[in-house]
């Protein structure tokens, strides 16, 4: 079991004065005050999540020049090539980007890159087709703003070149400044740019925000303006954006669009997964239909997700979901297999206690390269980058993901001589290179890093030690409010102190939930499920207390376990009867401080 850091924050407010001003109790308040929600107007955003609060557009460097150069497109019916990606983010950027200029008018076509023959972005190939079939406009979304030599090649074509993105901009760096590198494009749309209101967009949140400006220019209504939300709010939880600001506010706008959607290709994945429209929170995009998406570009090509989001017959639409569901189990089962793999190489390696970890996976498929990464991050908390092969002899790609005090693209960008492709940014990075590089590449990461064994120790914060008498269906109804939950606005997390474990029990088709009737100091009695990894959790139960103490439990017999843990509080509705019960998200033995 790794080690874990547990902080109770220790941020001060007038809570008493925040919880009569806005209608909220207590806890709520405080846990707004964690989550950087300070002043009157911030709250209101928080609160209230109104489109109004959205920053203007024309305030992102080129946005106004890149609507310009769209507008004189469409009203010379210029065809406009969508140079889109192969994840959530590329398939909603592209798909909202050519709905939008054909309600202008205009003409739209999507063209996307094979993942495994040739990577991400915007690339020579898409280029050429693209003019061949008569496009004068290039338009990239959620790529281009490291695609020099396809850039290039279309503006030699005498293409209008329109960069649309959200990564980190490339720089070289000269006497400790940072030289930034731009395309040659003729306008560059790209909240990471210097003097933009709100970096933190994703690739659709981007799009949506130029077709809003727009639609503006042209002075027409966006009478499509909620399906762009609904594909806007997919895609900034898929790409694991920081659900902060107009972020937040434009997933929890597109989220109640979706619980009411119309969209026959959202409904129909949404049937075959089992989940109905009024259901849809960010963890059901994040765990359920993100991946699904994901899975068309991964396995395949995004031709199969467009061809479900384009749908206009709903039996044509469910077949198209069955194939993307089909997709992702199949996406599930070599991340299974990958995983696996990368784990026994670390396990052996001599390089184990290094801080960052390069992984190669021989004959890996590469498109689940990222989410292994993923997977040995949260194992061992450290930075890592998968590799596997590349379609070109001796060369190898990798997808990196990163912890919160090491930013990869950064410390990447030290060694871009090294790469024949790089993109990425803070959490996420990939890149193509020589594979007789790997070990220079490993030796040099390793020897910048400053990272401290204490940052490489996970940082749990605890939002209240809140006993479980404290739990009421009042309190989880009033938490609710600060939904959207995801990244930077992580869901409420509680501290109970001293929890004896009255019955223990492994349940679910694959046993891999653990079930526990627990009960507080004060006597309380509530259900407790915990949905990490069973294995481990009963190994720290066994090492700590013993088998007899965990044989007892799973009895229902007296015992000596007391444990410590983190929770989050939710009602539990079965066969029409409501009871509260905690979901436990870390647990330890020593009690909390």
């Known amino acids: 079991m790794k080690k874990e850091r547990w902080r109770l924050y220790a941020k001060k407010a007038d809570f008493a004065a925040i919880s009569k001003a806005y209608g909220i109790n207590q806890v709520t308040a405080r846990i707004m005050r964690n989550r950087g929600v300070e002043t009157k107007e911030e709250i209101e955003s928080y609160l209230k999540g109104d489109l109004d609060y ?29 140079s889109s990606d192969f994840d959530n983010d590329g398939i909603f950027s592209g798909l909202l980007l050519k709905e939008a200029i054909i309600e202008l008018g205009g003409r739209a076509a999507i063209f ?37 030599e396809a850039i290039d090649e279309a503006k030699k074509l005498g293409m209008t070149v329109i960069v649309t993105d959200h990564h980190e901009v490339p720089f070289e760096e000269h006497d400790g400044k940072k030289i930034y590198l731009l395309p040659k494009a003729d306008a560059i749309v790209d909240p990471k740019q210097e003097d933009c209101p709100f970096k933190s967009l994703c ?22 303006q909620e ?42 994945l949404m049937e075959v997964c089992g989940i109905s429209p009024e259901q849809v929170r960010a963890y059901h995009i994040g765990f359920i ?37 089909a997709m992702n189990e199949e996406r599930k089962e070599l991340t299974r297999v990958g995983t696996e793999r990368a784990v026994e190489l670390i396990e052996h390696a001599t390089w184990k206690d290094e801080h960052v970890y390069l992984v190669y996976i021989k004959d890996c498929h590469e498109s689940v390269a990222g989410i292994i990464a993923g997977r040995l991050r949260e194992r061992y908390y450290r930075p890592v980058l998968v590799f596997t092969d590349a379609s070109e002899e001796g060369q190898i790609k990798a997808s990196g993901r990163s912890i919160d005090d090491y930013d990869m693209f950064t410390e990447l960008s030290a060694f871009r001589n090294l790469f024949l492709r790089f993109g990425g940014h803070k959490m996420a990075a990939g890149l193509t290179m020589e594979k007789k590089n790997l070990e220079i590449l490993r030796d040099g990461l390793n020897a910048r890093c400053t990272l401290t064994q204490t940052q490489l120790m996970p940082l749990v914060m605890i939002d209240a030690a809140m006993p ?55 006597g309380i009695i509530m259900d407790a499920l915990y949905f990490g990894d ?18 007892a439990a ?20 079965f066969q029409g009867k409501r009871s509260l019960q905690i979901v436990i998200q870390n647990y330890c033995r020593v009690s909390l401080n």
């Open 227 to 268: 399906i762009f939300l609904q594909y806007t709010a997919i895609a900034t939880v898929a790409d694991v954006m920081e659900l902060v600001g107009e972020n937040r506010i434009l997933v929890r706008k597109g989220l109640s669009y979706l619980n009411h959607t119309n969209h026959i290709g959202l409904r129909a």
């Open 54 to 82: 959205l920053s203007d557009p024309a305030l992102m460097k080129d946005a106004d020049k890149a609507a310009s150069l769209l507008e004189a497109a469409i009203a010379n019916n210029e065809l406009i090539a969508i």
């Open 468 to 522: 479980l008498g404290y739990i009421s269906e009042e309190v989880i109804a009033d938490l609710e409010k600060l939904e959207p939950f995801g990244r930077a606005n992580e869901k409420p997390l509680f501290a109970q102190q001293h929890l004896s474990v009255l019955r223990l029990s492994r349940i679910g088709k694959n046993r891999n939930v653990v079930k526990m009737s627990v009960m507080g100091p004060e």
């Open 289 to 325: 239909l993100g991946p699904c998406f994901n899975a068309a570009g991964r396995l395949d090509t995004i031709v199969h997700a467009l061809a479900l989001l384009e749908s206009k017959e709903y039996d044509q639409a469910l077949a198209l979901a069955g194939e993307l569901w």
């Open 203 to 224: 690739g659709t949140g981007v799009a949506y925000q130029l077709m809003t400006l727009l639609f503006r220019r042209m002075k027409r209504t966006m009478s499509c």
């Open 554 to 573: 799973l009895r229902g017999m007296r015992n000596t376990i007391d444990i410590g843990v983190t929770y989050y509080p939710q009602i539990n509705e």
């Open 112 to 148: 996307t890159p094979n993942r495994v023959m040739e990577g991400y972005g915007v690339n020579s190939r898409i280029v050429e087709e693209a003019n061949a079939n008569g496009a004068s406009v290039l338009l990239t979304c959620d790529n281009g703003i490291a695609a020099f």
């Open 534 to 551: 069973t294995d481990v959790f009963f190994d720290f139960l066994e090492e700590e207390y013993g088998r007899d103490n965990v044989a």
